[in-house]
């Protein structure tokens, strides 16, 4: 394999979850985190969801980046990166928390109870400063 990382195109949508989701079938953890985040499962229906709101996010957001890892030999896509790059300082109005709006209720209420830490430890450690940090890499 001669691999390449460069920039996922819309049309890779699909083919780069279906990667990323994968990577978690066999982790006791990464399932039991699916479960609380997505409690209906990751059906077809969830995924056709996932890839029209993962194209809207792709038009508004101006710091992450989704990345393929390409397979020259063959032209298959074979892994996937996602990277937050904040460049310069932001404000806590950039920084706001918006928690999980596709979910309700109790459910709505689990999940960020599991995020909400997650987000206070980066605001803690970076808060408006200017970092990198690559949070998924994932081949197949």
């Known amino acids: 394999m001669r691999p390449i990382v460069i920039s996922a195109l819309v049309p890779d949508i699909k083919r780069i979850y279906d990667?990323?989701?994968?990577?978690f079938e066999h982790e006791q953890m990464a399932q039991i985190l699916l479960k609380i985040l997505f409690p209906g499962g990751i059906t077809d229906e969830f995924r056709a969801a996932h890839t029209v709101n993962t194209l809207a996010f792709w038009n508004?957001?101006?710091?992450?980046?989704?990345?393929?890892?390409?397979?020259?030999?063959?032209?298959e896509i074979v892994g996937m990166l996602l990277?937050?790059?904040?460049v310069k300082h932001r404000s806590v109005e950039e920084r706001q928390n918006f928690?999980?709006?596709?979910?309700?209720?109790?459910?709505?209420?689990?999940?960020?109870?599991?995020?909400?830490?997650?987000?206070e430890a980066k605001e803690k450690l970076w808060g408006g400063r200017p970092y990198i940090c690559k949070f998924s890499l994932v081949l197949y």
């Not at 990667?19 to 990577?23: Q, V």
């Not at 101006?62 to 032209?75: E, I, P, R, V």
């Not at 990277?83 to 904040?86: E, F, G, V, Y």
């Not at 209720?105 to 997650?118: F, N, Q, S, T, Y």
């Open 19 to 23: 990667i990323y989701f994968a990577a």
């Open 99 to 119: 928690g999980v709006p596709w979910l309700e209720g109790a459910e709505k209420e689990r999940a960020e109870k599991v995020l909400d830490p997650l987000w």
């Open 60 to 75: 508004m957001c101006s710091y992450q980046y989704t990345m393929k890892c390409l397979d020259l030999d063959s032209g």
């Open 83 to 86: 990277a937050d790059l904040h």
